[in-house]
């Protein structure tokens, strides 16, 4: 994801790019397929870090039925949110990691007054 979001920068600089979804199926297969969603959560969530990066949704936060499956694979809690998968961890340490970079900035900014 860092190459084509670099690219699609290098192509339109003065644009800020916000990605729509990014995300990996937690599948059904147990501790290895929740191991790969953790490691591709992690991977894609640093490609949001460059400074022409403007924000990102999370795909999917919660698993639910799908029309051709009964539910789908995607998602880093349950349907009722009772249950929590292992890449839910990484979400929220990447995320209350991004909050405290933004504390940091803003009391850098208002030092500097």
Not at 22 to 51: C, D, H, M, W
Not at 56 to 74: D, E, K
């Amino acid at each position: 994801m860092q190459n084509t979001l670099k690219r699609l920068h290098d192509r339109f600089p003065s644009k800020p790019l916000i990605v729509g979804e990014y995300g990996y199926p937690g599948g059904e297969e147990g501790e290895i397929q929740a191991r790969f969603q953790a490691v591709a959560t992690q991977s894609e969530f640093k490609g949001l870090n460059a400074p022409y990066i403007a924000g990102g949704a999370l795909w999917c936060f919660a698993r639910h039925p799908w029309p051709w499956y009964n539910m789908s694979s995607y998602g880093y809690v349950s349907r009722d949110r009772k249950t929590v998968f292992p890449a839910f961890d990484v979400v929220k340490k990447l995320y209350r990691g991004k909050a405290e970079d933004t504390e940091k900035q803003s009391l850098t900014i208002s030092n500097k007054k």
